[in-house]
């Protein structure tokens, strides 16, 4: 349908105009405060389960361990937001090939229910559920790997005195290294919610990965990937850094 992303948003914005660039907003723009707080929460409480102390430095490895933690319980409330996500912006020219056309999430979510019960909200939830896993285990990795780094070369080792510019570059590499680490499982994710009904086996998601293999090869897997990355390095730094800077006043205050 598109041979890249520079056609995709021609050919979105000549046959839907420049609101098609914003299908699928409103359920992340609705979710996204209930899942960054669960993950941020999840992955705070992983480390202090490791480290015993919140005073006490954790290893990069035991904050890999608690990003694939947090992951794992984010997937709970992060599964239904990208599913009506991901169904709403592939409704690409929909009303012209006669199809049905969901407004919102809201309607798309009442519909799935109705035809597939529990499961029509619950679609891809493993798939989602390997995703999160290595992605936030990098994602947070990176985050802190890089703020260390500029910790050891800005503020002699202390991270508590980073400016908001570090904060926001290693939030960036974060960002990045999470398409980095998931991105053919995000393929795949997004291959199985966009099915034509929820899959009953376990097994759907090597089966998912051996569809796109044997149809578009390797390239298959990393179709997108360049737009979700570019996109990854603004979003992250400031996520990362207003985290930071809001759980320092908080420290502060608390103090």
Not at 86 to 100: D, K, P, S, T
Not at 219 to 227: D, I, L, N, V
Request: some cysteine; overall charge positive.
């Amino acid at each position: 349908m598109f041979k890249g992303p520079v056609d995709c948003l021609l050919k979105t914005v000549k046959n839907e105009g420049v609101l098609g660039l914003y299908k699928g907003m409103a359920s992340p723009l609705v979710g996204i405060a209930a899942v960054n707080s669960l993950l941020f929460w999840a992955y705070s409480y992983g480390k202090s389960l490791q480290t015993g102390s919140p005073n006490i430095t954790p290893t990069m490895g035991q904050i890999a361990l608690a990003g694939a933690g947090a992951g794992v319980v984010n997937s709970v409330l992060a599964s239904p937001v990208e599913l009506l996500k991901v169904r709403l912006q592939v409704q690409y020219n929909a009303a012209a090939r006669g199809a049905e056309v969901f407004r919102g999430p809201v309607p798309l979510a009442r519909h799935l229910v109705q035809q597939f019960g529990a499961r029509g909200i619950a679609w891809g939830f493993w798939a989602t559920v390997a995703r999160e896993i290595p992605a936030y285990a990098a994602f947070y990795s990176g985050f802190e790997f890089a703020k260390r780094r500029f910790a050891d070369l800005l503020t002699d080792g202390d991270a508590s005195k980073l400016s908001p510019l570090p904060l926001m570059l290693s939030g960036s590499l974060g960002g990045v290294s999470y398409w980095v680490a998931c991105y053919p499982l995000d393929v795949i994710k997004s291959r199985v919610q966009n099915g034509s009904a929820p899959p009953r086996r376990m097994g759907y998601i090597a089966e998912t990965a051996k569809n796109i293999m044997a149809e578009q090869g390797v390239k298959g897997f990393f179709r997108g990937f360049s737009p979700s990355v570019i996109r990854s390095i603004p979003a992250a730094g400031v996520t990362f850094a207003t985290y930071e800077l809001v759980m320092r006043a908080l420290n502060n205050n608390l103090m």
